[in-house]
């Protein structure tokens, strides 16, 4: 670690094996509301229907009262993540192997545990990564194990990566349009306080970004729901990795390209950027 890095390593390591546990019941309402976040006509979902994948990033999200928010809308530091003083937090990258599907009526149960804690220095300066393992059961049968990986960094707005080589388009491609209300109802639906997604005048004035941030997860899910309409199956594997930010100020596109053994890589990007996400996905 480098003389100029602000954190106490030690006390943030501290914070490794510590777990929580969080439940919630898998409702029909979530399942309309999720579907029509991404375009899919809601329809009516009843007991026992599968509900869609990646919705578990919907249910018991943190509910920490107004006056316990950071000045970015998060959660104040500390709790169950640790307490790092850097100001900016994203979702790195992750990885899913699912065994099972949630169901409307399920009771879904989440044991999450801290795993490791990191530091590194970076062309941007400190870098610190947080490692967070979840199990997910649906009474009792488990469906989902997810390892994420959280970065928390200095305010470098990624104006370089947007310079970068541009991505290439895949043979299977798809244009989204990262609208304002999208990224609204994504956070709505994770309970997501986060104002770099919705508050303009924030995260332009404050941050120094050039516009609303479009979430990893939400980048995460629409690869993976493009990944299954591909396979013709929702995939078993999810890899993924963020590598630059993607605005409200221009579409972006999905892209994919089959690999070896049926698996298939995929990537964000907007046009004439660098890839936003990459992703490996596998039956």
């Known amino acids: 670690m480098s003389e100029t890095s602000p954190l106490d390593i030690d006390h943030l390591k501290s914070w490794i094996g510590r777990e929580e546990a969080a439940t919630e019941e898998v409702t029909a309402a979530l399942v309309r509301r999720f579907r029509a976040t991404f375009d899919v006509e809601p329809g009516d979902p009843v007991p026992g229907d599968v509900a869609p994948r990646f919705i578990h990033l919907c249910l018991a999200p943190p509910a920490v009262p107004m006056h316990a928010l950071g000045p970015d809308g998060h959660p104040r530091r500390g709790g169950f993540l640790p307490p790092v003083p850097l100001p900016r937090r994203m979702w790195a990258a992750g990885s899913l192997a699912f065994t099972g599907d949630l169901r409307v009526g399920d009771t879904m149960r989440r044991i999450s545990r801290v795993e490791d804690l990191s530091v590194k220095e970076g062309r941007s300066g400190t870098l610190c990564f947080v490692t967070v393992r979840h199990a997910i059961e649906a009474d009792g049968r488990p469906v989902l ?20 080589t541009p991505a290439e388009a895949g043979p299977h491609r798809r244009e989204v349009e990262p609208s304002p209300p999208l990224l609204f109802r994504y956070s709505a639906l994770t309970f997501n306080g986060h104002r770099i997604h919705y508050d303009h005048p924030y995260v332009t004035q404050v941050e120094g970004y050039p516009g609303l941030v479009v979430h990893g997860p939400l980048q995460a899910t629409l690869l993976y729901r493009f990944a299954a309409e591909i396979l013709g199956t929702p995939p078993a594997r999810f890899t993924f990795r963020g590598l630059s930010p993607l605005f409200d100020d221009r579409p972006f596109f999905l892209n994919a390209r089959k690999a070896e053994n049926d698996t298939l890589k995929l990537w964000s990007a907007a046009p004439g950027g660098p890839v936003a996400m990459q992703a490996e996905a596998a039956p």
């Open 145 to 164: 194990t997810e390892v994420q990986d959280i970065v928390y960094r200095g305010l470098d707005t990624g104006e370089a990566a947007r310079t970068a």
